[in-house]
């Protein structure tokens, strides 16, 4: 059995001795600030010299389908006591804008998780804006924020923004405990396409922030993506059937083979995606092909991957 396609539209760990600039752009509103990959993160960092609002960080230079799941891993080791306000940022976005490339025609719907500070209150934010409205809910006073783990300066949190093409909802969300946690409420209004930022938002001069990310994906959203596996022989006719285990052995996914020789496994809604598992082709009970999949930062099982299995087996 071998991986066909993968169904995840950007994966990015960071890993390497330069950011893709075939994938991302610079957004440099502040010049003092610096951008640049760190040993595993794209690191953003530096002293503000702005008193105005300005964006330091990347954007992708392309645009994604809008029904998505955007999740990333980042990490603020810095000063959170520092007088002004000041947002370290993973932003879904319907437009681009970046220093190069911009795509201004259509409407600015977006949302954000944002861990930060306003005034007395540090914490965990979800903003939004919906341009078509003119509702623009960020930085907003009376808003009270997820109060902070403790350890945001010293490891990485696991964010999510995600939206919902058939129902136009919004939410954001943070991973404790293995679990997705909601952070703010969420919102309900269209978007047309996908796009990332990861960035700073500092709105004082003289700010020393520093913020890390690392393993970001953008991947179909699995309420309407699922998994598929062609198995070419044995023919379908004869019972064939694939499952998805998770590594204790636990099935997480079941699907027949159907005339066409297609399985489709649909994938948990709230998985923590890339997944690990083994995929496996069963006729009458006997395992006769299997691949076990093991996930590392942005490797692993997506929503709308596509796998094919011979049928006569690899054992």
Request: overall charge negative; aromatic content about 10%; some cysteine.
């Amino acid at each position: 059995m071998e991986l066909i396609k993968s169904g995840a539209y950007l994966t990015e760990s960071f890993k390497g001795r330069e950011i893709d600039l075939s994938k991302w752009q610079f957004w440099r509103m502040d010049p003092s600030m610096e951008v640049e990959v760190g040993e595993g993160f794209l690191h953003i960092h530096g002293t503000t010299s702005k008193d105005v609002r300005s964006f330091t960080g990347l954007t992708t230079r392309r645009l994604y389908p809008a029904d998505a799941v955007l999740i990333v891993e980042m990490s603020m080791p810095c000063d959170y006591d520092q007088e002004g306000t000041f947002g370290f940022v993973a932003h879904l976005c319907n437009r681009v804008l970046g220093d190069e490339i911009k795509i201004l025609s259509i409407p600015d719907n977006n949302c954000e998780v944002t861990f930060g500070r306003m005034g007395e209150k540090l914490g965990w934010f979800f903003w939004w804006l919906n341009h078509m409205s003119g509702e623009f809910h960020k930085w907003i006073r009376d808003e009270e924020p997820l109060e902070p783990f403790g350890d945001e300066a010293v490891s990485f949190r696991t964010v999510r923004l995600s939206y919902d093409a058939e129902t136009n909802l919004l939410e954001g969300s943070i991973l404790e405990g293995g679990k997705w946690i909601r952070i703010g409420r969420p919102v309900r209004f269209q978007k047309h396409f996908s796009s990332i930022e990861l960035k700073i938002d500092a709105q004082a001069r003289g700010l020393d922030l520093d913020l890390r990310f690392r393993n970001c994906r953008l991947f179909p959203n699995p309420r309407r993506n699922p998994l598929r596996v062609f198995v070419g022989d044995p023919s379908p006719k004869v019972g064939a059937t694939v499952e998805l285990l998770d590594m204790d052995g636990q099935v997480i996914s079941r699907s027949g083979v159907n005339p066409d020789g297609l399985a489709v496994l649909h994938l948990p809604e709230e998985g923590n995606f890339p997944l690990s598992g083994r995929l496996r082709v069963l006729v009458g009970g006997e395992v006769v092909d299997w691949l076990e999949v093991v996930s590392d930062g942005v490797s692993g099982i997506y929503p709308g991957d596509f796998y094919a299995s011979p049928g006569d087996g690899n054992l």
